[in-house]
C-alpha cells in the first residue's frame, strides 16, 4: 500500500519533470534566431532520446550502485544489479524519475552552445555529459559519495543538476566561440524569434518543477511534500518579481526575457532548500536569484561568453547560489540559524567541486572537439541557418497577413509592430 | 495515510490549477495583436508572481481565517495562526491550492485590460484584485461566511472565481475605456495575431480544469471526484458544441475562437455544480453556457465595452449562470428536482453579491487611476504597441519563407532571417 | 481505500490522455499549411466535444456492456446499467478514462484528411468513428469479446487505438482524395507551417502517454506500473533515435520531421507490449519502430495517398507491429521467449481483423460522402484555405519583423501566402 502511493507520486512527479524537457525545448527554440529554431529543438531531442538511454546503461549505475570509495557507483549497469536507493519505490520507478533528472542537466547545455555548435559533435556531448553527471551525483546523492558523507544537503539538485549544468554550459559556450558577430558592435544585434514560444516553455518548466522539488521526498508520506511544493512556488514568485524591478530600474522596461529567467533563477536556486528553508526565506532567496540573474548576464557578456539563451547565470550562478544558501537558511545548520560554518563550509565545498567537474569535463571534450575542427559548424552554415543545412528544413513556412496597412509604407509598419 | 492520499491529490490538482496561468498567458497572447503579447504575458507573470505573494501575506488569512462576523477573515496572515478549514490536507497543502484560485481569479481581468492598460497600474490592481477576491470567496468557502451560512452552494467557484474575475474584467475594460479606432467602424478591425498559441493556452486551461474542479473536494476518498470529473467533461464538450452550432447558423461558418470561448464557457458554468447535478444536467448547462457566450460578446460589444478576449462573456455572464443553475438543476434542492425556490435565491443573491462586489472594487481603482490619468498608456505607446515601448521587445523577430515565390534570391532571404 | 487510490491514479492517467487531444491538435496544425492551421484544430475540437458525448451515450456501452456473443455490447447505454470492467475503479472515473481513448483514435484520422476535407462531413465521420471504434474495441477489451478470448494481448491499444485508427486514416485519405498538386510534380510542395507548434504537440503526447501506457493498469497496486513507464520511456527513445538516424543516412540531414514520427512511432509500437516485455525489448521495438515509420512514409506516397501528417505510417503501420511485436517479445507466450506461434497467430489475426475493419467502415463512410460529393472542400475552398472559407478567420495576424531585408518588395511577401 505504501509503496503503491510512493509510487503513483514518483510517477506523477516524474513525468512532470518529463515534460520539462518540452519546456527546455521550446523555451530555447523561442529565444534563438528563427534560422536555427530546429537545430535547438532537435539538440533537445537527443539529449532525451541518446541520454535516457546512456543513463539506462550506465549513468544510473555510477550514480546510485554500490560506492567504489565514495567517488563512482560500480553496480547496476543495464538495470541489473544492486541500486543503493531508498525503499520507497521500486527501482524501474525510481530509474525514471532519475532518468528525467540526468536529461534535465544535459540540457542546459544545448542552449548555450546553440545556433553553432555541430549536432553530430552535440550527440558526442550527451554521451559525456550524462556520464559524467552521474559521477558527479554520485558524491551527494549516492548515501556512499563523499560529499553526502560530509553531511551535504542538495535536496532536488541545486548542484547536482544546476550548478553541474551551468557550469558544463559555460564551459561549452566559451569553447565553442561565440556566433559570428555577436561581440563585433556596441548592441547585440540577435533578437529571440518567438517570445511567445518562449513562454510556452517557461510555463511548462515552471509546472514540472513541481514535480522536480516535490518528487524529491521519493516519498508521499513526508510531511515535508507541502513545504516543498510551497517555497518553490514562493520563490519562483520572489525571482520573478526582482528580474522585473532591477530591468525597470536599470534600463525603465519591464523586461520580459528577464522575467522568464527571473522566475527560472528563483527556482534554480529554491532546488537545494526546498525541503530544509521557511517560506519568507524561500522569497528571500526568489528575490536574491533575480537580482543574481541579471548581474550574472551582464558578467558573462562582460567577459564575451556567448550564451544565447543565459544558460549559466540561471543555472550555473543560481545553482551556487542556491547550494550555498543552504548553508545560511537551513533551520537546522544554517548559518543565519545558529548553526556555524561548517555545513556552509561543505555546501561551499560541495557546489565548487560540482563546478570543476562540470566544467573540466566538458572543456576536456569540447576542447577537444575544437582542436579536430569539429565542434562547430562552417561560417556558411551558420549564415544561412543551423535548420536548412543541418536537418534540412525551416521551422516556420508561413504567409503573413499584413491587414489594414498596404498603403503604410514598409518602415513604418515594422516599426508600429 | 488519509492524509497523504490527499495531499498527492490536492497537489496534483493544485499543480494542474498553477498550469492554467500558462493557458491564461498563451489564450490572451493569442488573440491579441501582435503587438502587445508581451504586454499581456508579463500581466498574467504579474498575476502570479505578485499575486501569490499576496496571497500568501493576507489574502490566505482574509478568506480562510477565522471569521469576523461572516464577512472577512482575521487570523492567519503570513501563513501564521488559525485557519478555517477541512482538515483534509496539511495548511502549506490547502495554501497551494487556493492560492492558485486566487491567481486565476485575477488573470481573468488581464485580458479585459488588455492592449491598453499601463502596467505599473496593473501591478496595483493586482494587489487590490487579490485582496478583495479573498474577501467576497470568504462569504462562501469560509464555514463562517454569509452567503455559506445561508447555504449557497458553490463548489469550485463559479461564483468565488469566474463572477469575481469577470465582473472585475467589466469594470476595469469599460472605465480603461476601449482600444484607440474599436468602435470607430461598423467592423472590429482588431484580429487575434496567433489562433493557434490562444489554442495552446486553451487545452492548457481546459487540462488544468480537471484538476480545478476534481481537486475542490479536497479528499481523494470522496465519491464525487468521478462525478466532478465525468461533468466538467461533458460541459465543456457541450459548451464548444453549442458555441460551433451557433456561429454556423448566425455566420455561416464554424468560428474557432467561439469554439474556444463555448468550451471554456461551460467550463466556467460547470464549475458551481460539477459535484450537485447529473451528467445529463451537465450536458445541459455546457449547452446553454455555449450559447450564452456568444450573446454575451454581442451584448458587451452593443455596450462599446471593449473586452479584447472576452473575459466577461466567458466569466461573468457563465459565472452567474452557473452559479444560479445549481439553484436549477441540484439534485438535492434544485427546482428542477422539486427543491422548491429556497436554493435558487440563495445562489442568485450569492452570485449577484459577488458580481457587485467585484465590479464596485475595481471600477473605484480603476476609475481612481483613471482619475489620475494612470490608467492607460499614451495614444503613442498604444499606436506603436506596449511590448517594445514598455517591455523593450518585440515578441517575433523572424524571416520570413516565402516558397512559391522563388524569384527572391535565396540569399537576400537568409538574410532576412 | 484501495478504490481511492486508484481512481486518483486513473484520473491523474486520463487528464494526460485527455490533454493528448491538445497535443494532436497543435502537432497537426503545425505540420500543414498556415491556410489550413485553424480548420485541423477545428477538427480535433469536434473530436473531443462531439466524439466524447458519442461515447457517453452509446460508445461506452458497445464496448464494455454485456457482450452480444462476443461482438457488441448490449447494455450500459447513457451511463444507465450494467458495465463489465475491472472493479477497480468506480464507473464514471473509468467512462472518463475510456473517452479518452475513444476521442485519441478518432484524432488520428483528422490528420490524415487535413487540408482537404469537409467540416461538416468529418462531424458525420466523428460519429461513425467513435462508434466503429468502441465495437471492433469491444473485441480485445470487453472480457466477452472475441479476441479477448482467444487470449489477444493489447495492453493499452496498439491494435484497439492505433491500428483501427492508422488504417480509418488510410481510408479516409484515400477516399477523400490527394491537396490539389500533391502529386504533380517531382517534389512535395507543401512545407510544415510551424515546426516549433508541431513540437509542442509532440511533448504534450509524449506526455500524456504516460498517462495512457501507465493508466492502463487501472490499478495502482499493480507492480506492472513501474515496468510499464519506463517502457514507454525508453521505447520512445529508441524510436526518436533510430528514425534521426534512418534520416541522416539517406538523407543526410537529421530531419526534425522523422525525429518527432519516430518518437511517436515507438510510443504507438510499445502500447500494445509495454506490460509484457522486458526494457531491453522495448528499445529493440522502439528502434524498429523508427525504422518502420521512414518506410512507411515512402510507401504511402507510392500509392499517391496523401496523408499530411503521416498519421498511416506512425499509427498503422506502427500498431500493426506493436501488436504483433508482443508476440515476438513477450516473457509470456512471446516466440523469442520460447512459447510459440499461437499468441503470435492470435495477435496477427486480431490486428488485421481491426485493421480491415476500421478501414471498411471509414471507406464505407468516406467513400458514400464522395458518391455524394461532399467527401471534401471545393478547389476554390481549397486554393484559399479553409480556415478563410470554412472558419472565417486567419490563424495569424502578424505584423513582420523583417529586420535586415527591406528591399524585398511587400507584394511579393504577401503573395507568398
Redo the contacts between chains.
Sequence with gaps: ?TT??N???V??A???V??M??GF??LE??LV???N??SI??KV??D???G??VY?VAGFALMYGISHNGWIGATGF??QGPIVHVAS?????L??FE?AFAVAAISIVSGAVSERMR?SSYLVFVVVGVLAYSVSGHWVWNPGGWLAKLGMEDFAGSAVVHTFGGFAALAAAWLVGPRQGRFDGVENPF???????A??G???L??GW??FN?GSTLD??S?L???V??NT??A???G??SA?AV?RLQ???????M?ING?LAGLVAITAGCAYVS??SA?AIGLIAGVLVVLGTAWIEGWKVDDPVGAFPVHGVNGVFGTVAVGLFAEKGGLFYGGGLHLLGVQVLGTVSIALFGFGITALTVGAMRALGVARVTAEEE???LDVR???????????????S?DVP??E?????
Design positions: 500500500m503503491a502511493i509510487t503513483i507520486w510517477i506523477f516524474g513525468t512532470l518529463f515534460f524537457e518540452g525545448a521550446l527554440a523561442g534566431q528563427a534560422k529554431t530546429l529543438v532537435m531531442m537527443a532525451v532520446t541518446l535516457s538511454l539506462g543495464l538495470l519505490v521500486p527501482v524501474p520507478v530509474w525514471f532518468m549536432f533578437r529571440p524569434s518567438n517570445l511567445p514560444l513562454f510556452v517557461t510555463f511548462i515552471w509546472f513541481f514535480g516535490g508521499a508520506f510531511p511534500v507541502g513545504p511544493i510551497v512556488m514562493v519562483a514568485a520572489g520573478g518579481l522585473i530591468t534600463q525603465g522596461v519591464y523586461d520580459p526575457t522575467a522566475v517560506a519568507p522569497v549564415e544561412e541557418g543541418l536537418h534540412g528544413q525551416r521551422a516556420y513556412h508561413r504567409g503573413v497577413v499584413v491587414h489594414r498596404l514598409l518602415a509598419r515594422s516599426a508600429g509592430q
